[in-house]
């Protein structure tokens, strides 16, 4: 089995930062892509930034600039640096991973979410 667990989110005033960590153990093979979503109140997941093994990512337009994902492959752990934050990026922040396990199988993983809420 795979476990992806998140951590680092809390409360953080508007132009603040906060970190995000996701770390995945578990029978992992490998992991290809890794990423962050969110969803906030009343609306639908949406994809914040992906990030794949050899290093390329890609950014939603209402966070490229302001954010930055990362990741340690040697700890299957991916990041998020979320900078200038707005009251807009509140919402639950969910990590993902497309991995192939030993077995030889592959599927994409979810952590359980973290809090993140921008406000005054």
């Known amino acids: 089995q795979v476990q992806l667990v998140e951590s680092g989110g809390g409360l953080v005033q508007p132009g603040g930062s906060l970190r995000l960590s996701c770390a995945a153990s578990?029978?992992?093979?490998?992991?290809?892509?890794m990423g962050w979503y969110r969803q906030a109140p009343g609306k639908q997941r949406e994809l914040v930034a992906f990030?794949?093994?050899?290093?390329?990512?890609n950014y939603a337009d209402s966070v490229e600039g302001r954010f930055t994902i990362s990741r340690d492959n040697a700890k299957n752990t991916v990041y998020l640096q979320m900078n200038s934050l707005k009251t807009e990026d509140t919402a639950v922040y969910y990590c993902?991973?497309?991995?192939?396990?030993?077995?030889?199988?592959?599927?994409?993983?979810w952590g359980q979410g973290t809090q993140v809420t921008v406000s005054s």
């Open positions: 993902n991973g497309d991995v192939r396990l030993y077995s030889g199988s592959s599927s994409r993983y």
């Open positions: 578990g029978s992992i093979f490998s992991i290809y892509a």
């Open positions: 990030i794949t093994s050899g290093g390329s990512t």
